[in-house]
């Protein structure tokens, strides 16, 4: 995958993708997050999901959390649902995700969640 992917892409299973969304090169703060990790390497299969900012560009994990925090973002996702004689069941898999609006942490803006979402026809 190509570090600037339009937000349609997604990561899938198989699929390459860029070092930094391998799970070993997850950036942590702390020594226990850090040994937790290291031992989910060789025990779990991850698939990140993508994080796009307002241009459409792939946000790099490293980048996650400056980006992320306390932004408005559109999670764009899939719901499966099943019925049975004795049960219903519900699955939702997170697609990627759209920065709409930085945090103010980010810098100010006084452009509206609601005017956004319009402009982006969402």
Request: charged share 20%; aromatic share 8%.
């Amino acid at each position: 995958m190509k570090a600037e992917s339009s937000a349609s892409e997604t990561i899938s299973e198989g699929e390459e993708f860029l070092p930094e969304f391998c799970i070993e090169n997850w950036p942590c703060e702390h020594d226990v997050a850090k040994e937790a990790r290291n031992q989910m390497i060789d025990e779990f299969h991850v698939l990140p999901i993508p994080a796009y900012n307002m241009q459409s560009n792939l946000v790099k994990p490293t980048q996650y959390r400056h980006m992320l925090k306390d932004a408005v973002v559109a999670i764009h996702f899939t719901l499966k649902h099943g019925a049975s004689n004795s049960s219903n069941t519900n699955i939702v898999d997170i697609v990627n995700m759209r920065v709409l609006m930085f945090s103010y942490h980010q810098g100010p803006t006084n452009t509206t969640v609601k005017e956004i979402c319009a402009d982006r026809s969402l």
